[in-house]
Nanobody, 126 residues
Framework: QVQLVESGGGLVQAGGSLRLSCAASGRTFSNYAMGWFRQAPGKEREFVAGISRSGGVTGYAHFVKGRFTISRDNVKNTVYLEMNTLEPEDTAVYYC???????????????????WGQGTQVTVSS
């Protein structure tokens, strides 16, 4: 089992920044690729960003590319999502997730993730 706890969400004005953190415990963190997903009211959960086990491979959804940065610290067992130039459309509950299927890359499919955090609310006001 891997336990994931997100933090860092909140209310921010458009154009502002937030840094989300996801602390992992349980099994060896570096054995899991990590992803950030989000779900807005009335919408499906969607992939935001992913990072491989080593941190050497990262990727982003087209709608956040250039604004968000995913990173991880395998010593602190934490994955981060730095969010800049936030837009009202970024308002959602943000979830981190862990998947142990891929050793060199990460998955963009939520169904391939084994463990999920409880989510943290991000609200961007216009």
């Amino acid at each position: 089992q891997v336990q994931l706890v997100e933090s860092g969400g909140g209310l921010v004005q458009a154009g502002g920044s937030l840094r989300l953190s996801c602390a992992a415990s349980g099994r060896t963190f570096s054995n899991y690729a990590m992803g950030w997903f989000r779900q807005a009211p009335g919408k499906e959960r969607e992939f935001v960003a992913g990072i491989s086990r080593s941190g050497g491979v990262t990727g982003y959804a087209h709608f956040v590319k250039g604004r968000f940065t995913i990173s991880r610290d395998n010593v602190k067992n934490t994955v981060y999502l730095e969010m800049n130039t936030l837009e009202p459309e970024d308002t959602a509950v943000y979830y981190c997730a862990a998947e142990g299927k891929h050793s060199q890359i990460y998955s963009v499919a939520s169904a391939e993730y084994d463990y999920w955090g409880q989510g943290t609310q991000v609200t961007v006001s216009s």
